[in-house]
Nanobody, 116 residues
Framework: QVQLVESGGGLVQPGGSLRLSCAAS????????MGWYRQVAGNQREKAAT????????TYADSVKGRFTISRDNAKNTLYLQMNSLKPEDTGLYYC?????????WGQGTQVTVSS
């Protein structure tokens, strides 16, 4: 059983930065590819970034490429998302989950609001 708890969201001005964290319970975090997902502008939840179990390979949605960086610390069972050059259209709820996602692992998410 894995529980995922997101944190680090908040209100930031356009062009600003935030760092999201996802703390995973259990000792099998290191075995999973992980992803950050987001639900923005009333759209369906989308995959923003993924990372392999060893942290060596990443993928990014075109909408965040060059601005967001996904990383992980397997010793701390934690997934991160560094978000730079934030835009109003990045506003939404951000979640972490495995990649591919597992229905039972969705948490509450963390709200990111980009506004002046």
């Amino acid at each position: 059983q894995v529980q995922l708890v997101e944190s680090g969201g908040g209100l930031v001005q356009p062009g600003g930065s935030l760092r999201l964290s996802c703390a995973a319970s259990g000792n099998i975090f290191r075995l999973f590819a992980m992803g950050w997902y987001r639900q923005v502008a009333g759209n369906q939840r989308e995959k923003a970034a993924t990372i392999t179990p060893d942290g060596g390979t990443f993928t990014y949605a075109d909408s965040v490429k060059g601005r967001f960086t996904i990383s992980r610390d397997n010793a701390k069972n934690t997934l991160y998302l560094q978000m730079n050059s934030l835009k109003p259209e990045d506003t939404g709820l951000y979640y972490c989950n495995t990649d591919p996602s597992f229905r039972g692992y969705w948490g509450q998410g963390t709200q990111v609001t980009v506004s002046s």
